[in-house]
């Protein structure tokens, strides 16, 4: 069985003093139970077609080299495994993996009020890794986790990579913070060790680290599958984006811009007013509106200025709008409302629900967006290594695995790996209903 730092189910209101005792136990934890695993010739592996096989060859030809493999021609032991109801032929791997996760749960830097909100994320995610135990211990793997708290100081993250645990990891899960990305992915790059960066997304600093993998999808990625949305569900539609100027703009419309340009799709952008004229741009056809602010009071001007243009406009914009307080969701209804999303914990999902009553067991609350993070990360990285061992990005590169929250989608991207995921989600007659078709 998993040995894990004390499993003290929560109340909301300990667990600030949770984040002061993490330190203690979570340096180090293993002690999991011992597996059987049969290592099997070639010619002695279950059957898997041609077609499987010709495809496990292509994707090792040039792959093997980033991962220290030598040849195809030198592995003379493969076995069948099943990984997400697909079957491979595998090179046989080790089934023993050591994980170092590397997070700032801030225990030496609880003053501020950021602080202390940074430290309370730190402990969702957290929760919802400690959630997963369960299922990683139904594997054929041994697993031996290793937490070390960074508190975002960069001479913290320094020592830690110097202890000898570190000697022997075969994934590393974190930091969060830019520059300590680049400290750690350095260190990762020359051992040859995959790193999940689980929270910030890094774009261009990454330019030539195979071993590098961003798991939150970019607002480049976002772009190209809202694009795809688009041209699926809104075909010969215009396309209207209205820009505020501010953060989410300058992110995701920015891109959105871009990819449209990239790909010749026509648009127009539009600044955001309050007296915004809609007549003058959306015509007499069915217009798709995305609206790139985060402003309840700016998208309450849009909303009513639409009005009365009936089915013909739908108003897109982030999911963080569904956090708003004391909206007129009838109005919502009213004007075709969708939402763009990277996690899909707005709706029940019925995959979600073994987490989630394990979750309420643990800590007699429901998961936080980070807690399913931390449940979808750690499992993913499990299930891989053990499915594949070090060959996971050879396998899982340019295929869609579907989590509770999110979808792992890896792609090449500057020499890096790039999640790929994009859940829309339509609001209709009170409900949020997830769009499938793209």
Not at 27 to 45: L, M
Not at 272 to 279: D, E, H, I, V
Request: overall charge negative; glycine content about 4%; aromatic content about 14%.
């Amino acid at each position: 069985m998993i040995l894990a730092p004390n499993r003290q189910q929560l109340l909301s209101g300990n667990r600030f003093l949770w984040v002061l005792l993490i330190p203690i136990s979570l340096v180090s934890c293993g002690a999991f139970r011992k597996t059987q695993y049969t290592y099997c010739p070639q010619n002695e592996v279950a059957t898997i077609s041609e077609k499987q096989k010709d495809t496990v060859v292509e994707n090792i030809h040039h792959d093997f080299t980033l991962l220290d493999i030598k040849s195809v021609k030198d592995e003379i032991a493969y076995t069948s495994v099943e990984f997400k109801g697909d079957y491979y032929d595998v090179p046989v791997h080790k089934k023993n993996f050591n994980i170092a996760i590397l997070l700032p749960f801030h225990s030496d830097a609880v003053n501020s009020v950021s602080d202390k909100r940074r430290a309370d994320l730190m402990l969702e995610y957290y929760q919802g890794m400690l959630t997963a135990i369960e299922h990683i211990e139904a594997l054929n793997s041994k697993f031996t986790l290793h937490f070390f708290d960074t508190d975002n100081d960069t001479n913290k993250l320094k020592a830690i990579l110097k202890k000898p645990e570190m000697d022997d990891i075969d994934l590393i899960i974190g930091p969060t913070d830019d520059e300590q990305l680049k400290i750690a992915a350095y260190f990762a790059r020359k051992r040859e060790i995959p790193l999940f960066s689980p929270i910030t997304v890094v774009e261009k600093l990454w330019t030539n680290n195979p071993f590098f993998f961003n798991l939150n999808p970019s607002d480049q990625m976002q772009a190209k599958d809202f694009l795809r949305y688009f041209k699926a569900n809104h075909p010969g539609e215009k396309l209207v984006i209205v820009r505020d100027g501010k953060r989410y703009d300058l992110a995701f419309g920015k891109a959105l811009v871009q990819e449209c340009i990239a790909q010749k799709i026509n648009y127009q952008a539009v600044p955001f007013s309050k007296y915004l004229k809609w007549a003058d741009y959306l015509g007499n056809g069915k217009a798709v509106i995305v609206h790139t602010t985060l402003d309840k009071t700016n998208l309450t001007y849009s909303v009513n200025g639409l009005l009365g243009k009936g089915d013909r406009i739908t108003l897109i914009g982030p999911d963080k709008w569904l956090g708003f307080s004391d909206i007129d969701y009838k109005q919502w209804d009213q004007v075709n409302i969708s939402f763009v999303s990277t996690n899909k914990a707005f709706i029940a999902l019925e995959d979600s629900s073994s987490m989630v009553a394990i979750y309420r067991t643990m800590y007699y609350d429901d998961p936080s967006t980070y807690a399913f993070m931390g449940y979808d990360q750690l499992l993913f990285a499990c299930e891989s290594l053990d499915a594949f061992g070090k060959y996971f990005p050879i396998f899982l590169t340019d295929k869609s695995v579907s989590y509770n929250n999110t979808d792992f989608h890896l792609v090449k991207s500057a020499n890096c790996f790039q999640n790929r995921f994009l859940q829309v989600f339509r609001f209709e007659e009170m409900a949020i209903v997830p769009v499938t078709n793209y």
